[in-house]
């Protein structure tokens, strides 16, 4: 009688026990706090198919952090086989099968930037059984100029691009299997990249520990072409500069860390 009693009060305990799923500690992906890491990534541009858009990505020492930047132009070669052109990627090396980056239970990317007014794309890549190089989700953000802020990507905000054109399919984001990480600019710029209230800025060098952004209104935007994983191009913004650009062609982007924080 009496351990038929215990029985049905452990029974009634278990059922009145909350599951509580408590949040991932954030995880740093890439800190941009050296040459090494910034040679991690690769850079990418239309010039690859004829197009004229130069970018570089190096380690800016005064800033301690990554430096991307260059012309980004609707230009091309007379001869280019190309349906269009007007993109810049800078993207982490693709990482091996089995080796991804785990996004599972979080539920945004945080980008430690100070940008230069202009909209910009947060790229994920995703491994793909179908031998295309991977799968590409984006979305556009456009950080505060010339000031260090935190830009909050959530990742349901992602969507699936193929060669820069939205995919109508609902195909779902498979968050353990990041192979690559990346950003990207489009001359074509988005009106919809969201407004630089969605970012906290800090005047100061160090990453913004203040209250965190809100998600914004990021929708899917004008996008850019798949990450690429080319030649790595040796351009700078002196040689765009050199080479009669326009100079809302210019862009100069600082990438001091990208993290995963939150809860799904």
């Known amino acids: 009688m009496l351990r038929s009693l215990v029985k049905s009060c452990k029974q009634v305990a278990e059922g009145l026990t909350l599951k509580v799923q408590l949040a ?11 040459q090494k890491v910034v040679d991690q990534w690769h850079v990418f541009t239309d010039s690859f198919f004829g197009g004229k858009s130069e ?15 260059g012309r980004c132009t609707l230009e091309q070669q007379e001869d280019a086989d190309i349906k269009r052109a007007g993109y810049c990627v800078a993207a982490s090396q693709v990482r091996r099968i089995g080796d991804y980056h785990d996004l599972s239970g979080f539920s945004h990317l945080v980008y430690t930037v100070k940008g230069d007014g202009r909209a910009y794309v947060a790229n994920v890549r995703i491994d793909s059984m179908a031998g295309t190089g991977g799968d590409v989700w984006q979305a556009p953000f456009r950080p505060r100029a010339s000031v260090w802020s ?60 203040g209250d965190k952004p809100a998600a914004g209104d990021i929708g899917s935007g004008s996008s850019s072409s798949s990450l690429g994983l080319g030649e790595e ?17 210019m862009f100069r982007l600082l ?7 939150g809860e799904m």
């Open 233 to 249: 191009s040796s351009s700078t913004v002196e040689q765009a500069e050199a080479s009669e650009a326009k100079p809302h062609e």
């Open 24 to 34: 991932p500690k954030p995880i740093v992906l890439y800190s941009f706090n050296s």
């Open 150 to 209: 935190e830009v909050l990507i959530p990742i349901d905000s992602l969507t699936m691009t193929f060669q820069g054109q939205l995919v109508e399919r609902k195909l779902e984001f498979q968050a353990d299997k990041v192979i690559s990480l990346g950003v990207s600019v489009s001359a074509a710029q988005p009106e919809d990249a969201g407004s630089s209230s969605n970012s906290s800025s800090s005047s100061s060098s160090s990453s913004s520990k």
């Open 255 to 261: 990438l001091r860390d990208i993290r995963a924080e």
């Open 55 to 69: 970018a570089s990505l190096t380690f800016n020492q005064a800033e301690q952090a990554a430096e991307f930047s």
